[in-house]
């Protein structure tokens, strides 16, 4: 138990598709992060929320979406990938943003078709 | 921008052997921080180092930051196989900005 909750943990979609990730944190954190994890490459920065309040884009294409209706919250709306897109996606919160260490969700299982 | 380098990108193990694994950053850092993913699970936070120079222990784990803070490692004693996983460094450059991830070492371990 991490204390940051993912789902679903598998999920494969066509290119066609639209689906949603969906992270949640129990810890009272103020910020929350997507990372995308694929072979061979670091973990890769996706979007920071502080307070509910998006403070970072790392040039993530649009087809990625997210949202952060509450400050346990996030959400990563997915619309028309490619295969390339299959990784996995890792939602973590940290109590402060840029400060202290990171809890990670134990993450969703991409694959696209 | 930022990078962060870890070698080795593999390490094969005995057991029972120690091994260090090294991280090095592009530019001076205010903190680095360690962790670890076991096969299939998600990174766990191990530690977080400030100070110049300095250096700690988590039972046969040994953190180390380097003198101007460019560098860190992490030092294992006596493998087990309790010890396989991929350990990632996280650097930030300074206080409020993002964690930058080097690319992990991962660890087999022969019995």
């Known amino acids: 138990e991490t204390g940051v909750t993912q789902t679903p943990r598998h999920l494969v979609m066509g290119m066609t598709n639209k689906k949603s990730l969906k992270c949640e944190q129990h810890l009272g954190h103020n910020a929350m992060y997507w990372y995308k994890q694929s072979a061979k490459k670091p973990l890769e920065l996706m979007f920071v929320?502080?307070?509910?309040?998006?403070?970072e884009n790392n040039s993530v294409p649009s087809r990625f979406s997210p949202e952060c209706p509450n400050s346990s919250h996030l959400f990563l709306h997915l619309h028309t990938l490619q295969p390339e897109d299959s990784a996995l996606y890792l939602c973590?919160?940290?109590?402060?943003?840029?400060?202290?260490?990171?809890?990670f969700g134990e993450g969703s299982r991409l694959t696209v078709l | 921008g930022q990078q962060v380098m870890q070698i080795p990108q593999y390490q094969h193990v005995q057991e029972g052997e120690d091994f260090t694994t090294y991280c090095n950053s592009s530019?001076?850092?205010?903190?680095i921080q360690w962790y670890k993913q076991r096969p299939g699970g998600h990174p766990v936070f191990l530690i977080q180092?400030?100070?110049?120079?300095e250096v700690k222990k988590q039972k046969r784990l040994t953190f180390q930051f380097g003198e101007a803070k460019k560098n860190s490692s992490l030092h294992i004693t006596a493998t087990q196989t309790t010890d396989v996983g991929t350990y990632f460094c996280a650097g930030r450059k300074a206080a409020g900005n993002k964690l930058t991830f080097g690319g992990g070492t991962r660890v087999l371990v022969k019995p």
């Open positions: 973590a919160s940290s109590q402060e943003r840029g400060a202290g260490e990171l809890f």
């Open positions: 180092l400030v100070k110049s120079g």
């Open positions: 530019t001076t850092l205010s903190n």
């Open positions: 929320y502080s307070l509910e309040e998006r403070v």
